[in-house]
């Protein structure tokens, strides 16, 4: 009789045990179910070479984060990945699995992090909820990604056409070739850049290869942005190393690094890096979406006032207010110390890799960088300088408004 009681408990509690485990599994499959219609698939990932590159450069708090949380086979991705050609399909599956664990581990939002990423009003709608689990959670992180990266991730509502691909790949296509005519025009001219990216035709590239299939204009000249058109050949790309362009460009290299671009498609948003990389604009403007350095900023302002207010604004006191407070936050907050940090680190970079890791603990070392850092301080002045005259004309530089602008960079920097 007890075996027989005990045989009933046992079946008891077993069928319990299994109707606790289906309730269980029923959830978890039923949670998945309604988490799976908000994953990324591999169609929801529109450009995936642009967007391991942004992993790679983690210069963007939201991509030095996520870089971070990656797998250690996706790290083996962003570290083997050459920033041209097309990701490998086994490369993309990882890349997936990586996203869509991230999608439904724990919220990506932090202040800070989304600081210059313009949030979609259906992602602010989903952060004032503030999922900790669950679907909620998986479409805030869907809707957070998408906000960052808009070129290389789908949201939930966005659909692309085998148009938009085919148009993307072509033009991408176009500046792969465009990368290989430029290093072989640089082997050939002793490392030089051309003046114009139409030097590379015929001899190095086809003309054909200079238009973006979604130009409506056909490279016509005078669309895309003053001094910049082509004065040879129709081309639909940007060229940043133009003869008005180049000097300027040039100072951004130290400070800014190979990510800086060199050639832009505006109608795909697609660009070719001083590295060779290709990428997409966004996610954090200030780095992706803007070649232009404080004296250009700078002289645009200028341009601007002008033609707002006309000559005589410039020489009154509003004006000349005005001028200063640009110049401040432009050139003496954002510009100038940037350089001098990024040129002051080279400085220990190569001190370190000629004379050992720990020179700079030397009284040795610390003499060479006291003689080295006024050298290079003094190239900056003269830069600088060449800059102003570029940018602002020496006239300018002679008025009163401009004896401004030098005395506020006089005192940061002697000029």
Not at 15 to 40: E, K, M, N, P, R
Not at 239 to 252: G, T
Not at 348 to 371: F, R, S, V, W, Y
Request: glycine share 6%; proline share 5%.
């Amino acid at each position: 009789m007890k075996s027989i009681i005990l045989r009933g408990k046992i079946r008891n509690s077993l069928t319990l045990l299994i109707t606790i485990l289906g309730t269980i599994i029923g959830s978890q499959l039923s949670l998945q179910a309604g988490t799976d219609q908000f994953l990324f698939d591999l169609d929801a990932i529109k450009d995936p070479g642009s967007l391991i590159v942004k992993l790679q450069d983690t210069r963007a708090p939201v991509s030095k984060f996520i870089a971070s949380q990656l797998s250690e086979d996706m790290q083996w991705v962003l570290l083997g990945y050459n920033g041209t050609s097309t990701p490998s399909a086994q490369q993309q599956k990882v890349l997936l699995s990586d996203l869509n664990r991230l999608l439904q581990a724990s919220s990506l939002y932090e202040a800070q992090r989304f600081a210059d990423i313009e949030l979609s009003e259906q992602t602010q709608i989903l952060l004032t909820q503030n999922p900790q689990s669950g679907e909620a959670l998986v479409r805030l992180n869907r809707c957070l990604l998408a906000d960052a990266y808009p070129y290389e991730l789908a949201s939930l509502s966005e659909e692309q056409t085998a148009k938009d691909i085919k148009g993307i790949e072509t033009c991408r296509e176009n500046l792969r070739q465009i990368k290989r005519a430029l290093d072989d025009y640089r082997a050939a001219n002793a490392d030089a850049y051309p003046q114009w990216i139409s030097d590379l035709s015929p001899q190095y590239l086809e003309k054909k290869v200079l238009l973006c299939p979604a130009d409506p204009t056909a490279g016509a000249p005078g669309v895309l942005t003053e001094d910049a058109s082509d004065p040879t050949l129709p081309c639909s790309y940007l060229y940043e190393l133009r003869p008005s362009e180049k000097e300027e460009q040039q100072m951004l290299w130290t400070p800014e690094g190979g990510m800086i671009p060199i050639i832009r498609c505006e109608h795909h948003r697609l660009n070719l890096s001083l590295d060779g990389k290709l990428y997409r604009n966004g996610p954090q403007r200030d780095i992706y979406d803007s070649n232009k350095i404080g004296f250009s900023s700078l002289a645009d302002v200028v341009r601007g006032l002008r033609e707002q207010h006309g000559d005589a604004f410039l020489k009154s006191q509003e004006g000349r207010e005005s001028l200063k407070q640009a110049t401040e936050e432009i050139v003496l907050k954002k510009f100038v110390p940037k350089l001098l940090s990024a040129l002051e680190h080279e400085i220990h970079t190569q001190l370190e890799a000629q004379l050992g890791k720990d020179i700079l603990k030397t009284p040795m070392g610390m003499n060479i960088l006291k003689e080295a850092i006024p050298q290079v301080e003094n190239q900056i002045k003269q830069q600088l300088k060449s800059q102003l005259q570029a940018q602002l004309g020496e006239e300018f530089l002679k008025t009163e408004e401009g004896q401004d602008i030098l005395q506020q960079l006089a005192d940061l920097i002697s000029l």
